[in-house]
């Protein structure tokens, strides 16, 4: 009773602090901290991060921007860590995966509550409002979409036209996929398909996608009940059930299936655009990659999910708060996202910078390769994350028992899902 | 045990000291050979695809066709691997130096004294190794940053300063030290310190320097621990430098081949110079 | 010549002899007494110090967080949820198999990394120097390699398409092998790469072990006569006993969690769950999850697992190697 006294009067004295408004601009010294996951790799990544941090830097003299490297994977566990050890943490770029997680645990401020209303909303306009929905939960914005991407159908198009096939006609849907599938296995040794949907670190964000492409969803919209069983899901497992049958893709690890595509021993890879870099690295001088949209199950819409990064603030010092707004409005400008897109590879979530010529205009028209990639974004449906603290056993358990249903000796596709939904659904919150 | 050489039978004739039968050699040498390469064989691959262009990582020719050191380059400047290995090497010879210390201390108790509780503490000590490290991960972060020494060189080694495996080694080496020579030594009045510093510790020589080799590598290698408490590039160690070049949107295979070269080689290095230790050096100057 | 007076009896009660006869013993006082027997309590504490603060203390947090349901941030409630944690963890469907896994790699892991190695120091002993030392180091090298790029490599050598091995294969007319995307041959293939990479840490230990042998021992059992196998049965091997016992005692208790990295980054527990161990699948549900509850189950549980385990070899450490003369 004493701690949950406690914990209410804790709980509405942060409260009382949010509603402290936070100061209109930042007038003394002071340092934030930003977690980022693109300073923990060396490259691209971190060197149009460091870049954007100097310029913003230079425009804001007060503020100091201490980066704090951390790999996407730990960062949920870095900042627990580091919440509790009573370190600044300011703004973070929390993956998709573990917003909802960071929201309800992490104390990831929701802007509303912060940044007065029509700052706010000057700042939304001209994003793609695909892109903002992703941050919301509960109706709040706690997380603006940063670094993004949809899945995209690479495919080898040397080895499609060793089997025939037309490289300018990439299959559209699974069942077209399918067929230029066994054209390719009938007369190359490459392994026809590979996907990025299975794999721990995945989770559930490209069998998201897929499930949705086919009208069905892994859990329902209020995120209360698991429906990854339902008709349309267990159709959609089952088509990929069949193309494991017959040869047309295997179950190798991530990486492994990403390296055969770098290597031109692959000949399409449904995987996140993000890795068009290290793709483009192996293919130059091997062999032409080109890319092509997700397929869709025959003419129903195809709904790609999207895997990536938002920004979350959540610092508690309103002074903090305001510098922390500023990095994150900066980031998410128009000159942030062209760095982004043009220096990193991910999608600008400001469609007015891809033709105009002081942002992207000359650089899109130089990369076709991410064409496919930016026609997907209108037509995206949001990443729904799972709820409550057992959200990270929940996916895990839901995908290990499609992963069985995909690739498994076990025929009863509908059998597997419904016990594992059933199973899934006694760790929902 | 002991068989009383005089009742072996048949007595054989007199052999020659390192001589070893014409089958036995040449077996030996075929299964030495066989394994010492399939040890190799993956570090040259790791070293031949270092000098590989980004286009030619998965080539299956065993030699580099192109080779250049371009990737060692570009590792070198897109971490600061200099200072890394710099850092690590500090971390790892103090835990080297402080593990054995405290190892030679504790050992040296379980194996010379029985005193009460000896068995529950024996346990206690080899029961740590049963606790992984993602266990206490948290809680040690919390008492370090208590302690104010989050990003510190400090905070990589202060969990370190005792090692079960240490302990449970070099009590077992003292346990096996022929009890005449202490009794020897204590005659002419030494006391346990003495003892244990004068006489046991140096003709232990060659189990010390195994140990040093293997707990320098083991810290040398570690990464979780030092990934959650280094904040900045410059204060951490070279396994976070090498991460830096795996993501999962694209690892970045040359410069990692390249950096980890550049890693191995100082515990090569190590190791050649202790592993002379590891020879018969038993009783150099012990019984008379 | 009998050589048991030299009293090599490994398990060597005699050196833990009473520090001082009896009758000096009265002669003290009980002060002086008292600080006697402090003494090896002094020897032992910077480890013991180091094992309750680092390792103990959060140990004994852990067990009590096992019964909860809490994300450690102090204004979170903690919820007290009982054994929930613990029948979440027993009621997944990998656990079994996780378990069985586990078996398989110990019982795999042993010939690489405990017969081998012996095999190994034993045949190096006697060989001349330069040999001996380069056949060591090339044993050894394995070691210097950081876990995961070790696994990459390996990854890259025995890949169905472009790994040399299996190109090999195809060459002499077999069809690719997929070494780590079989689910019958994965855990096999970890098994191989985790023992590889340890032969040159166990053939250390043992080479060390091997070389505080007495050589007079040796000389004097060749003077009379005996073969090399009969040195190594009769003198070396029951020497080097408690050394085996303890890397026997060291690959079943960290046999699993020796595999991780290469788990990890090589098939992630697949395929189809044929690789994971109950080490990783409690890092991936416990230890990967912000859910203390689940992870601190988790330590409990190998915690209590492999102590049980640990206890029994113990007891048998203690019956194999001691020897009457």
Redesign the interface.
């Known amino acids: 009773m004493k701690?949950?006294l406690l914990?209410v009067a804790?709980?509405l004295s942060?409260t009382a602090a949010l509603a402290q408004s936070m100061p209109a601009e930042v007038t003394e010294p002071v340092t934030i901290t930003f977690y980022n996951y693109n300073l923990?790799?060396?490259?691209n990544?971190?060197d149009a991060t460091r870049k954007m941090i100097a310029e913003f830097e230079a425009a804001h003299p007060n503020i100091h921007v201490?980066g704090?490297?951390v790999?996407?994977?730990?960062i949920?566990?870095?900042l627990?860590?580091d919440?509790?050890?009573?370190?600044s943490v300011d703004l973070v770029q929390m993956p998709f995966a573990a917003l909802g997680?960071a929201a309800e645990?992490?104390?990831a401020v929701a802007l509303e509550d912060i940044v007065p209303a029509e700052e706010l909303a000057g700042h939304f306009e001209g994003m793609v409002p695909n892109g903002l929905e992703l941050g919301r939960l509960n109706g709040k914005t706690y997380g603006l979409a940063y670094t993004f991407s949809t899945p995209v159908l690479f495919y080898n198009a040397d080895l499609f036209r060793k089997a025939g096939l037309d490289p300018d006609q990439p299959p559209a849907t699974w069942a077209e996929l399918k067929e230029a599938a066994l054209k390719i296995k009938a007369s190359t040794?490459?392994?026809p398909l590979a996907t990025g949907i299975?794999?721990?670190?995945a989770l559930d964000w490209l069998m998201q996608g897929v499930i949705n492409s086919n009208g069905g969803a892994v859990i329902n919209a209020d995120r209360t009940e698991m429906t990854f069983a339902s008709p349309e899901a267990i159709e959609a497992i089952a088509m990929l059930r069949d193309l494991a049958q017959e040869g047309i893709t295997?179950?190798?690890?991530?990486?492994?299936q990403?390296?055969?595509m770098?290597?031109g021993?692959?000949a399409m890879y449904l995987q996140?655009s993000?890795?068009q870099?290290?793709?483009v690295?192996?293919?130059?001088?091997?062999f032409e990659l080109r890319a092509a949209a997700m397929p869709a199950f025959g003419d129903k819409p195809v709904k790609p999910s999207n895997s990536g990064s938002a920004l979350s603030l959540h610092s508690t010092d309103p002074v903090k708060q305001r510098a922390a707004w500023e990095l994150m409005k900066y980031l998410t400008s128009e000159r942030g996202y062209t760095i982004i897109t043009s220096e990193i590879g991910y999608l600008p979530l400001r469609p007015s910078i891809v033709n105009d010529p002081e942002y992207l205009g000359e650089w899109v028209k130089a990369h076709p390769l991410v064409q496919p990639n930016l026609a997907q974004l209108e037509k995206l449906a949001p990443y729904v994350p799972l709820p409550g603290?057992?959200y990270?056993?929940i996916g895990?358990?839901m995908m290990?028992?499609m992963?069985?249903a995909t690739?498994?000796n076990d025929d009863d596709v509908a059998g597997i899902l419904t016990e594992a939904q059933e199973?899934t659904q006694r760790?929902m919150p | 045990m002991m068989t009383d050489a005089a009742t072996l039978a048949p007595v054989r004739p007199r052999r020659r000291a390192l001589a070893l039968s014409g089958w036995d050699t040449g077996v030996g040498h075929a299964l030495m050979i066989l394994v010492s390469l399939v040890c190799v064989f993956p570090i040259y691959w790791m070293i031949v695809t270092s000098l590989r262009p980004e286009n030619a990582i998965f080539s299956t020719r065993l030699w580099p066709d192109a080779a250049s050191l371009d990737n060692y380059a570009y590792a070198l400047r897109a971490v600061p691997m200099q200072r890394m290995l710099v850092n690590t090497f500090i971390v790892s010879a103090a835990v080297t130096a402080v593990q054995l210390l405290s190892g030679i201390l504790a050992g040296y108790a379980f194996a010379r004294w029985r005193f009460r509780g000896s068995a529950i503490l024996f346990g206690a000590v080899a029961l740590t190794w049963l606790v992984p490290l993602q266990v206490v991960m948290i809680p040690n972060y919390l008492l370090v940053a208590r302690l104010g020494m989050i990003d510190t060189l400090g905070a990589l080694i202060l969990p370190h300063i005792a090692s079960a495996f240490a302990i449970m080694l070099l009590a077992q080496s003292m346990r096996s030290f022929p009890t005449e020579v202490v009794e020897a030594a204590r005659m002419d009045g030494g006391n346990h310190w003495q003892i244990l510093w004068q006489v046991i510790a140096p003709n232990l020589r060659g189990t010390l320097a195994s140990l040093a080799i293997l707990i320098f590598i083991t810290t040398w290698n570690e990464y979780f621990w030092p990934l959650l408490l280094t904040r900045s590039p410059e204060n951490s160690v070279v396994q976070i430098g090498l991460q830096m070049f795996i993501s999962s949107e694209g690892t970045q295979w040359g410069p990692l081949m390249a950096a980890s070269t550049m890693a191995s080689l100082p515990i090569l290095l190590i190791y050649l110079v202790l592993q002379r230790q590891v020879i018969s050096s038993f009783m150099k100057s012990g019984l008379r | 010549m009998r050589l048991g007076h030299l009293h090599l009896d490994p398990t060597m009660t005699d050196f833990a002899a009473e520090p001082h006869p009896p009758r000096v013993l009265r002669r003290m006082t009980r002060a002086r007494r008292f600080r006697r027997q402090l003494v090896p309590y002094l020897y032992l504490l910077p480890a013991v110090a180091c094992f309750v603060i680092w390792i103990y203390e959060p140990l004994a947090q852990a067990f009590v967080l096992s019964f909860q349901q809490w994300n450690l941030l102090p204004t979170a409630p903690k919820t007290w949820v009982g054994l929930d944690n613990y029948r979440n963890i027993f009621d997944l469907p990998k656990f079994w198999q996780a378990l069985g896994n586990t078996w398989y790699y110990l019982v795999g892991l042993l010939p690489l990394a405990v017969l081998l190695p012996l095999v190994i120091a034993l045949f190096t002993q006697d060989l001349p120097p330069r040999s001996r030392n380069l056949y060591r180091a090339l044993i050894f090298v394995p070691m210097i390699v950081p876990p995961v790029v070790a696994a990459a490599v390996w990854r890259w050598l025995l890949d169905p398409s472009h790994g040399i091995l299996n190109l090999g294969l195809q060459g002499l007319g077999t069809k690719p092998i997929g070494f780590l995307s079989d689910p019958d041959l994965a855990l096999w293939t970890i098994t191989f790469i985790t023992g590889w990479k340890l032969i040159g840490f166990a053939t250390l230990i043992l080479s060390a072990a091997n070389a505080a042998i007495d050589e007079s021992l040796v000389e004097a059992a060749r003077l009379d006569g005996a073969s090399n196998w009969e040195i190594i049965r009769d003198i070396r091997l029951p020497l080097l006993s408690p050394t085996l016992m303890l890397l026997i005692l060291m690959v079943v208790l960290l046999g699993a969690q020796w595999s991780f990295s290469y788990i990890h980054v090589l098939t992630e527990g697949g395929p189809l769950g044929s690789t994971t161990n109950i080490y990783y699948l409690l890092w991936q549900f416990g230890f990967g999850s912000l859910s203390v509850g689940w992870s601190s189950a988790s330590a409990v549980i190998l915690f209590v697992g492999f102590g049980l385990l640990a206890a029994a070899l113990f007891a048998l450490k203690a019956k194999v190697t001691f020897h009457d003369d």
Request: no cysteine; aromatic share 4%; glycine share 12%.
């Open positions: 701690t949950t914990a804790v709980a942060a923990a790799s060396a490259g990544g971190a201490e704090v490297p790999q996407p994977q730990d949920a566990t870095r627990q860590a919440i509790v050890a009573g370190q997680f645990n992490l104390g040794d490459a392994l299975y794999g721990p670190t295997e179950n190798l690890s991530i990486t492994a990403m390296e055969g770098a290597a021993n692959t996140t993000a890795i870099g290290y793709l690295k192996g293919a130059t001088g091997n603290p057992n990270l056993q895990i358990s290990d028992a992963e069985m690739f498994g199973r760790l």
